[in-house]
């Protein structure tokens, strides 16, 4: 981990060669296409969802993101899931999909969450059995493989944001060329005109300098708190809370932000374990903070808030 914290000036190349930045496990749930003859129409077309499984493995864990030689503790351990509901022909998919990053904590067999995000729209896309997925930063060759170079980018950012005061930047602007090059060839999820849960906005939300106190909070939150939990405890927390300031001072800014409500979503849990132990009045400022940036969460912080 002391190694990743030194890269400071990270260079990229795109060719589709054995890298190891992603140890990615990746879904294809085909189960709701069983039930429409159209869809699934022999035992056979299950040959086309195990080839479209393997195409994502490969996509993402074969090809090189950035020139850095990851070591295989250093590698982002993520999940990938595709819920396949619609199959308009023999190439066309819809489904929902899921994207889950974790993050190692130093010095334990400890990993935390860093997204866990479900699309909220119906995502189509072209795919053919046995062809590899194609992809350019700067060219739109298919919505699939657009979309997973997007979020292949997104936790680079995540994850380099995790250890370095924005280190992760360069990937934030990456993902965001990816959009730009995706947008208008005709799939939702692109476009600012999508919703505020669509791909224009999450990577907005990561760019605008506005909303530079999320940043923060990203390194904060792991480096001077979770990876000092084994040290000083104390401490540890003292570095979460800081963090959580810095999602209000994004909240203040603009309410019901979507990258501050995905950062509280995959922290609750945690925010619960962690805290438990504190003194009340830890307890009380934690459940306030909360309270104020993703209200939605505040309830599962039973005791938190004081009152008996």
Known sequence: MRRILSILLIMFCFCAVQ???????????????????????SANDKKVFESMKQAIEDFVNGRRWTNVDFQQQEQLDCSISLILNTRSSATEFGGQLQIQLRRPVYNSTYTTGLLNYMESGNFTFVYTE????????????GNLSSTLGYYCYLMLGMYFDSFSLNGGEPF???AQQVQQAA???GYTGWSSSDG???RYWFMENHLNNAYAPLHEAYYTYHRLGLDLMTKDQTQARQGVMAALYCLQRVNKTRTNLLSVQQFVDVKIQELVSIFTPAPAEE???????????SPINAVKLKGFDGKQ
Do not use: H, I, W
Not at 283 to 293: A, M, S
């Open 172 to 174: 934030y602007q990456l």
């Open 130 to 141: 046995s062809q590899p997925l194609d992809f350019d930063v700067n060219n739109f060759y």
């Open 183 to 185: 947008e208008g060839n």
């Open 283 to 293: 307890k009380k400022v934690v459940f306030d903070l909360v309270k104020e940036v």
């Open 196 to 198: 505020q849960k669509s």
């Open 19 to 41: 890298g190891q930045e992603f140890r990615c496990s990746v879904q294809v749930n085909y189960q709701k296409l069983m039930t429409t003859t159209q869809a699934y129409e």
